[in-house]
């Protein structure tokens, strides 16, 4: 059974900053792309960062500079570090497992962040 499991979320005043961690379990998580997305209320859900198997990453445009993604293959364990929040980029945040060649795909279940002062 595959688990996604996410922590590190909550209340943070803008400028502040979040660490947040995914840990998978049930995949050969090296074999898997690692994703970020978040889903603000009433908008589409989005990509945030992204981390190849090999290690290249990838970041919206909206958090290059703030954000950065980094996985620890020897404990299935993918973070996502957040500096500079704003209150835009309150939203609740899922980790996404994807194995490139199948496109199988797994979500862990969210955690919320909320940017305010």
């Known amino acids: 059974q595959v688990q996604l499991v996410e922590s590190g979320g909550g209340l943070v005043q803008p400028g502040g900053s979040l660490r947040l961690s995914c840990a998978a379990s049930?995949?050969?998580?090296?074999?898997?792309?690692m994703d970020w997305y978040r889903q603000a209320p009433g908008k589409q859900r989005e990509s945030v960062a992204a981390?190849?198997?090999?290690?290249?990453?990838r970041y919206a445009d909206s958090v290059k500079g703030r954000f950065t993604i980094s996985r620890d293959n020897a404990k299935n364990t993918v973070d996502l570090q957040m500096n500079t929040l704003k209150p835009e980029d309150t939203a609740v945040y899922y980790c996404?497992?994807?194995?490139?060649?199948?496109?199988?795909?797994?979500w862990g279940q969210g955690i919320q962040v909320t940017v305010s002062s």
């Open positions: 049930g995949i050969i998580f090296s074999f898997y792309e």
């Open positions: 996404n497992a994807r194995f490139t060649r199948t496109g199988e795909s797994y």
């Open positions: 981390i190849a198997s090999g290690g290249s990453t």
